[in-house]
């Protein structure tokens, strides 16, 4: 395994129903990043995580829980989603969100459908 | 907050033709980073830009970090099918999470 892998690759369901996303990197790095794209929109960060800390979290509802256990692997908690929460979900990974040189590495992404 | 503009928004070309983006910001960064996302991917990073006036080359693509820091310009030379994609322009700032993307711009080459 090499990079940033995240599973599954699409996901269809349903406003009642709980899923979750996971991410795992095998690159060595301490931050990882959920993001949100949307067709037409430029990529929303959505939550950070350094060093299995929560450092920022842009004002995402309550319905989406991030949950990092060790630093290479970040979960994404979906709980009564909305059909407009319908996205590209990807995550990324960087060796230290302080640094001014830092390189986030994203994940090939999950594809949510909500219905 | 900040915001890129990232221009143009799509552009469609003949293979064997160069092809220049930009993005320009209101806000100072003190990276740029050039990703390109293909169908059903996440982005991968083409070039890094850590200093004000830095160029540089990455195979057929180069990339420039403006001297005032709020703008840069990817050039792709000799355009090849495979290039399709789309192409984000993204700003850092100083301390956590601070990654600011354009909107993309697609491309597409005919062969």
């Known amino acids: 395994e090499t990079g940033v892998t995240q599973t599954p690759r699409h996901l269809v369901m349903g406003m009642t129903n709980k899923k979750s996303l996971k991410c795992e990197q095998h690159?060595?790095?301490?931050?990882m990043y959920w993001y949100k794209q949307s067709a037409k929109k430029p990529l929303e960060l959505m939550f950070v995580?350094?060093?299995?800390?929560?450092?920022e979290n842009n004002s995402v509802p309550s319905r989406f829980s991030p949950e990092c256990p060790n630093s290479s692997h970040l979960f994404l908690h979906l709980h009564t989603l909305q059909p407009e929460d319908s996205a590209l979900y990807l995550c990324?990974?960087?060796?230290?969100?302080?640094?001014?040189?830092?390189?986030?590495?994203f994940g090939p992404g999950t594809r949510l459908t909500v219905l | 907050g900040q915001q890129l503009n990232q221009s143009p928004q799509s552009m469609f070309i003949q293979e064997g033709e160069d092809v220049s983006m930009n993005c320009t910001s209101s806000s100072i960064f003190n990276t740029w980073l050039w990703y390109k996302q293909d169908p059903g991917e996440g982005p991968v990073l083409l070039i890094a830009?850590?200093?004000?006036?830095e160029l540089t080359s990455n195979g057929r693509l180069t990339a420039q970090f403006g001297i005032t820091r709020k703008d840069s310009f990817l050039n792709i030379s000799a355009s090849i099918p495979s290039d399709v994609g789309i192409y984000f322009c993204a700003g850092q700032g100083s301390g956590y999470s601070t990654l600011t993307f354009g909107k993309g711009t697609m491309l597409l080459v005919s062969p």
């Open positions: 990324a990974s960087s060796q230290d969100a302080s640094l001014r040189t830092d390189t986030q590495y």
């Open positions: 690159l060595g790095h301490n931050a």
């Open positions: 995580y350094s060093l299995e800390e929560r450092v």
């Open positions: 830009l850590y200093k004000a006036g």
